[in-house]
C-alpha cells in the first residue's frame, strides 16, 4: 500500500497520512486534495511511503493528485521546511503561505496570454560607465564562486542599483534568474521601469500583494517553469520557485518590511541569505544604513562589505545640522532658523520637506478641567485627532469616534489637542506661508496606491512648493527641486524603551535627508533638538554610518543585545492580562528544564501597547548566546506548548528574532 504524507493549511506541527496507491516519488510537491473534518483540503505531497505510523484501516484515501502543473521542487520544499524549522510554524501552513492564493486552493489561472515573442529586443539601454569602486562592486560580485553574501553599503544616490543592474545582466547572460527584493514594489514603480527599460528583453515577474490572484498564480507558474528571467518582489517574492536561480539582491536590507509580523513571522533578508546558501549562489544587501546585525556580519569579516563612498550624480552630499531647541520658544513646533530656511526655498522657487512622522493633527484631545483624554476604549492607546475628516481615531485598531463637543466626562467645553502630527504642521504652514503650495504627504492623504501615484506626479511636476511628511517621503524617491529637509519631533525615539528605536531614527533620517539635492541644487539638512550633542544626530552631521554603527554595536554588546545574543519572544493575548499571564508562566514552567545554561528566560510581562482590539497582551522573551541552543530549545519548547492547557479564546505565537518589543 502507498501512502503520501501531506502537508495541510491547519495549526498543527505535524503532516498527514493519506492512502494514494497511484502515487509514485515522482508527486512529491504536488498538490493533492484530500478529505478532512468534514470536508475536503488541499495540500502538499512532502512524502511518499509504504509504511504509516498510523494503523492502514484508519487512512483515509486521498481523492486526487493534482498533475496540472509541474511539482515544486525540492529546493522549494527545503525551503518551507527550513522556514518552518526555524520560525516554529507548521509546514502546512508555511507551505499555505508560499503558495500564491488560487494555486493553495488547488486551482489554476486561466490560460495565459499568448506569450509575446521576444522577436527582435530592443537595443539595450545606455549604461552609464562605472565609477570605480561601482566597478570593484561589480566584478567582486560576478566573480563569486558559490554562495557569497555581500553587503553594498552606500548612501542613497551612490549607485547601488546601478551595481544590481550590473550584476543581473551577467547573471542573465548566462540563462540564469536572478530575485530582487525590495521592501514596498508599491511605492517604488520607478524601480520596476528601471529594470524593465534596462532588459527589454527579458521576462519581469512582479510579486507582492497588490497583484490580482490569477496574475500572482502565473508569476509563480512562470518562475517555477523558468520562463521569469527576473522576479522583482516584496518579501513574499522570496519564496517563489526559481530553478535557474542565480543571483539575489536585497533592496534597503534594513528595512522593516522585510519581516513578516503575523502568522509566519519570518525575515525575508534572512531567509534570503539562507536560500542563496542553500543554492550556493551570492547575495548581495545593499543599504545606506545597513541593519546592525548585517553590520556586524560585515566588519567581522562573514560578509564581504562593498562600499561606494561617493554620489554618483550631485557632488556633494547635503549639509547636515542641528538647530538646538532648547532655549528658543517654538513658533507652532518651528523654530526661527528653520522658518527662515523655508521662507528662502520659497522666495527661490525650490522645494522643502517638513518631516514628522506623526499622521493626525494631534496625537490626542484633552481636557485640561478633569484630565480626560480621548483613550481608545478598545486599546491601551489614544485615539488620535483628525481635523481634516472630524473624526478620533485609533491608529492601532481603527477605531473612529466624532469628535465630542465638551468633555464627555465633566461637561467642560474647553477641551484641546495636545501635541502635534502632520495636519496640524500643515494648517499652522498654510497660515505662515498662505501663497505657498502646501503638499501633505501620509498614510491619511496617500491612502491608496492611486492616491499616492497622484502626489508623487505633484511633486515632480513642480506643483507643490512645501512638502509635509510622514515616513513614506524617506523612501527611495528622487526629487529634482527638492532642497530642504527640516526634521521636527525626532527627539522622542532617541529614549524610547526598544533598542532598535535609535538604529531605526538613524535610517529613516539618513534616508530622509538623503532626499535633499540630488541634483545640480545643494541640499540642506535641518534637525531641531534638545539633544544637538547626541552621538546620533553628530554621526548624522558629519554622514558617518560607520560611526553610529559601532557607538551602538558597542552598546549593544555591552547589554547583551542582538546581534551578540539571540532572541526569540513567545506572545499570548487573551480577554484578561491574568490569563496571558498566567499562560506565560506555564510556559516557563515547562521551559525551565529545557532552557539548561545556555538559554535564560526573562520574566512574563503585559506588552508596551497591553491592549490592542479588546485583548490584554503579554510576552515573555527568552534568549541565548548560541543559536544552535536557542533553536534546539526553541524546538523543543514549542511542542510542549501546543500541549498546555489555555483559555478557549488565548491565543498565543512563538516570534524568533522578534523586531519589535
Ligand atoms: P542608489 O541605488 O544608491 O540610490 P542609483 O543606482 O539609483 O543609486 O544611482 C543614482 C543616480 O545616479 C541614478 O540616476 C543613476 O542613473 C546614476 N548613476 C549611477 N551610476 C552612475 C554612473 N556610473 N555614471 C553616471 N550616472 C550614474
Ligand atoms: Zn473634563
Ligand atoms: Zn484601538
Redesign the pocket.
Known sequence: MTFVQVALDVPLPRLFDYRADDASVADIGRRVTVPFGSGTKTGLIVGIAEISDQPPEKLKPAEAVLRDMPPLPADWLALCEFCGRYYQHPLGQVMAFALPPMLRKGKLPKARKPKVSRGETPPDAV?????PE?QAAVEAITLARGFETFL?H????????????RAIDVVLAAGKQALMLVPEIALTPQLEQ?VSERFPGAHIVSAHSGIADAARARGFLDALEGRADIVLGTRLSVFLPLPHLGLIVV?EEHDASFKQQEGLRYSARDVAVFRAKQRDIPIVL?S?TPALETFHHAISGRYHLLE?HH???AEAPPVVRTIDTRREKLQDGMSAALIEALAERLARGEQSLVFLNRRGYAPVLACPACGWVSRCRRCAANMVLHLADKRLRCHHCGLEAGIPRACPDCGNQDIHPFGRGTQRLESALSERFPEARILRIDRDSASTPKKWQALLAAIHAGEADLLIGTQMMAK?H?FPRLTLVGVVGADAALFAADFRAPERLFAQLMQVG?RSG?HDLPGEVLIQTEYPTHPLYRALVDHDYAAFARTQLDERQMAGFPPFSFQAMLRAEARDMSQSLDFLAAARDAAVLLAGEAVALYDPVPMRLARLKNLDRAQLLVESQSRPALQTFLTAWNTRLHELKAPRELRWHLDVDPAEY
Not at 156 to 165: A, D, N, Q, R
Open positions: 549604461m552609464p560607465a562605472l565609477l561601482q553594498l552606500g548612501v542613497t544616490g551612490s549607485g547601488k542599483t546601478e551595481v544590481y543592474l528601471r533592496d545593499g545606506a561606494l554620489r554618483a550624480v527611495g528622487d538623503g540630488r
